[in-house]
């Protein structure tokens, strides 16, 4: 059994995912964001992989990439600051990212690299549904990783039902079309939830863009199985010297 349907099987409600980008705010400071996330009480980390050109993120989130890529973090230095991280890390972990530097790097070479050190799944924006099911589904299925697909309020319930059968591991609930790190109106984030519980999906839901503090946080769990926050988190960790100390400070209103 899979580390994330593990995680929704012991644990249905308030699930906490927290967004980190590798390499950010140091290069070397990836795996010591993710221990303070674990100690700090999180459920599950995406962990981004930096991109020049991240089209899903907002300012915050590009600019975290941005600096990342200027501390020299790639994919490959990633895989290597990711040997072993599971020795001290026990918290699912699903890589986020686009096509272009993964399709540079080679698909299945970094499917077979990420789960030989203990990841979990992808999150892959920008790959098409179809292509996914007629290229991509079987090497991730074979390296025994989950692939979730992203789902908006735009979204068409018949669409959404393809997306459910086709995903494994939980739905992102995007809350609205806008980018990462942009205001929402929760009242109608909230209609949109209810809406997809309804629905009775395969798979777990969590809510995602716009989720930044407690008060968010469990309004999206009202009718989601959780809910997961980047923007707020990585503005949280920027320029902070203390690192677990920021972490804790971030998570610990959340949490408790």
Known sequence: MSRIKELFIRKQQR??????????????????????LQAAGVDMIELGMPYSDPLADG????????????????????????????????????????????????????????????????????????????????????????????????????RIRLIDEQSSGFLYAVSSSSTTGTDKDFSQVEKYLERLNRMQLKN?????????????????CVHASGAIIGTAFVKAIDGKNNLSGAIESFIKPIRN
Not at 104 to 132: N, T, V
């Open 204 to 220: 777990p839901v969590l809510a995602g863009f716009g989720i930044r503090d407690r008060i968010t946080f469990e309004s999206a």
């Open 15 to 36: 699930i906490l995912n927290v967004y980190c980008t590798a390499g950010y705010p140091a290069r070397d400071s990836t795996i010591e964001v993710m221990e303070g």
């Open 59 to 158: 300012p915050i989130i590009q600019a975290s990439s941005a600096k990342a890529i200027e501390n020299g973090m790639s994919i490959p230095v990633l895989l290597d600051q990711l040997q072993g991280f599971r020795k001290k890390i026990h918290v699912p972990v699903v890589l986020m990212g686009y096509m272009n530097p993964v399709v540079q790097f080679g698909f299945e070479k970094l499917c077979k690299a990420a789960a030989a050190a203990g990841i979990d799944g992808f999150i892959l924006p920008d790959l098409p549904l179809y292509e996914f099911t007629k290229e991509y589904k079987m090497i991730l299925q074979e390296n025994g990783l989950d692939f979730i697909f992203l789902i908006t309020p735009e979204t068409s319930e018949e």
